[in-house]
């Protein structure tokens, strides 16, 4: 089964790189569907996968989907990995992003300072630089309604 789920997320990601993104989003909730049947639902694993069909929505301009996706990609990845973990920090920038996009400026501002308080626990400045950058967009944006 691991295999089969392997091979599908391969299979995926490759459809979602060519910009084949239904077949991609199809596949990977195809293997999403697998994990589920076989994984712990806070299962690292899971959270990659549902990061990547998010990733696929949020290509599809499906920002809504990809949203919902990603909340659910931050939970696992909130019981599963350590604070200063990549993908952690990665799914809490994502999400500002996409909130920052949607004007919602309190709720991007909020997840920018979590991605912020794990990256000052790095060694990923320019990442760093970015979110601090972000943080200051938000409060100006905040300032002006």
């Known amino acids: 089964r691991r295999e089969l789920c392997s091979t599908l997320s391969n299979l995926g990601l ?5 910009g084949r993104l239904q ?8 293997c999403l569907v697998d994990q589920r049947s076989f994984l712990p639902q806070n299962h690292p694993d899971v959270g990659l996968t549902l990061w990547n069909i998010g990733k696929a929505y949020e290509k599809a301009k499906d920002v809504a989907k990809a949203t919902e996706l990603f909340r659910e990609c931050l939970s696992i990845r909130e019981k599963s990995l350590p604070v200063t973990h990549p993908h952690l ?5 994502a999400l500002a992003s996409i909130t920052y996009d949607q004007e919602k400026y309190n709720e991007s501002l909020q997840l920018y300072r979590r991605s912020h ?8 400045a320019a990442d760093l630089a970015t979110v601090c950058y972000n943080m200051g967009m938000c409060c100006l944006n905040l300032s002006k309604l």
């Open 23 to 30: 077949e991609a989003i199809a596949t990977l909730e195809e």
């Open 89 to 93: 920090i990665d799914v809490l920038t």
């Open 14 to 18: 490759y459809y979602s790189q060519k």
């Open 117 to 124: 308080k794990s990256l000052t626990r790095t060694s990923r």
